[in-house]
């Protein structure tokens, strides 16, 4: 198992509890998806993981995470990345005085040798080609879609073991969204990285997951592979925006709509 998470809790300045034993797995080799509405706790498990709850008053109290067989949950992050964790975080951090290529080779410090960097950073425009043609231009002019694409290669450029994607989708047009997605399903089936991803969109993350867990309230209230959670009830209505009949859910009524999930039934 590349990643496990066990009974993990994780409190802020020692009273503020987020996460309530957490469980979960992730395989090498694989993507799973965390979904979950806004304050969920998504983002606090990749950083329980990352190790950057250490910078936000943050601490797993109680149970631990284990990377390839080692516990990491009180390693500084610099030490994770190390390992071969790397985060993708929410809000596109990119280094927007800088261009395109100098990004990409910051994220390509392990490499030891000048043919080995420029070997990964032929990889990434691969993957990319948008990327190849803005290679020169500064990080900071680029749309939301094309600096997505290049955090999403400056994190391969380490030659993760697992690559962190926390919200990749947020405030992109669909056909990026697609494209985006489309390119992590390629580098898993490649295998170039294993992805956890926290994802809102749930139908896209859903297409692309092996396996994904549902995170309420800082719990684990379902998990299932991809394909059973898109086809889970529960999910397409409370998720996926859709009435049980399959059509999609009508917001006018919403006032008159008691909220009822099965799981916590």
Do not use: C
């Amino acid at each position: 198992m590349l990643l496990q998470l066990n009974n993990v809790e994780v409190i802020y300045s020692d009273v503020i509890l987020v996460l309530k034993g957490i469980n979960m797995e992730v395989q090498e080799g694989g993507i799973v998806a965390l979904l979950g509405a806004n304050g969920a706790g998504k983002t606090t498990t990749l950083k329980a993981i990352s190790g950057l709850l250490h910078s936000e008053d943050g601490k797993v109290s109680s149970g631990s995470v284990h990377f390839q067989g080692k516990a990491i949950h009180r390693e500084e992050p610099q030490k994770i990345v190390q390992m071969g964790i790397i985060q993708v975080m929410e809000g596109r951090k990119v280094l927007q005085h800088m261009t395109v290529e100098q990004n990409l080779i910051v994220g390509g410090n392990r490499h030891k040798s000048k043919q080995e960097l420029k070997s990964a950073v032929e990889s990434v425009y691969a993957y990319f080609p948008v990327l190849r043609n803005l290679r020169n231009r500064i990080s900071g002019y680029l749309s939301g879609g094309e600096q997505q694409m290049m955090l999403i290669g400056r994190a391969l450029m380490a030659r993760p073991k697992l690559i962190l994607l926390d919200e990749p989708s947020l405030g992109l047009a669909p056909l990026i969204v697609s494209e985006i997605f489309h390119m992590v399903k390629r580098m898993k089936d490649e295998g170039n990285a294993t992805f956890l991803l926290v994802e809102q969109n749930a139908k896209m993350a859903l297409s692309i997951a092996d396996y994904g867990y549902v995170l309420e309230n800082g719990r684990i209230v379902l998990s299932a592979t991809g394909e059973e959670l898109g086809q889970n009830e529960d999910v397409k209505e409370f998720y996926l925006g859709m009435n049980l009949s399959g059509d999609v859910k009508s917001f006018k009524n919403v006032k008159h709509y008691k909220r009822r999930k099965r799981w916590l039934g």
